[in-house]
């Protein structure tokens, strides 16, 4: 295993054990990606009221880079699954930050971009996805569906069938 998949899944682990810590029920998609034709988060987990679906990427510094295809599967998944599609990025010496796949930048090739800088302003805590649990739920999937439109990872059909 190379040293940048074992950091991965070390970082995989870690954040496992923050949302535990926190109360969720929480699992790791073991080898998501390589084991399963499928495409599974890296991390689904729940406290009752609201769960997520994580796509977890780290980084040591540099920008933090998914493909369009992992974004797409994501939100893919966490739709039919009734999860929040949630991107989790780690930059060394830094807390973990979530983001809606809509709220991350979209290069020109069609790719996803998280800066360290980004991150820190404008990113999700834990805390603050403990407390999306306390508003109205519902509103907040109508609204992922139309930024996943506005960000083109959904089509118009796709969206007006999974708010049938």
């Known amino acids: 295993m190379s040293n940048s998949n074992a950091k991965g899944n070390r970082r995989e682990r870690e954040l496992v054990n923050a949302f535990d810590e926190r109360g969720f029920a929480v699992m790791r998609a073991p080898a ?33 880079y998914l493909t369009g295809e992992e974004v797409e599967a994501l939100v893919y998944f966490s739709q ?51 407390h999306h649990g306390d508003g109205d739920a519902e509103g907040n999937d109508v609204e992922d569906v139309l930024h996943a439109v506005e960000q083109g990872v959904l089509s118009p059909e796709e969206a007006a069938s999974m708010l049938d």
């Open 32 to 64: 998501s990606g390589a084991a399963t034709d499928r495409e599974l988060p890296d991390v689904l987990a729940g406290d009752g009221t609201v769960f997520y679906a994580v796509e977890a990427k780290s980084s040591a510094g540099d920008p933090i």
């Open 80 to 130: 039919n699954f009734g999860a929040k599609p949630k991107i989790g990025v780690r930059f060394d010496r830094e807390d973990w930050y979530f983001f809606h796949p809509a709220d991350v930048y979209q290069t020109d090739g069609g790719n996803y971009r998280v800066k360290k800088e980004t991150a820190i302003e404008d990113g999700e805590t834990f805390d603050d996805l403990q």
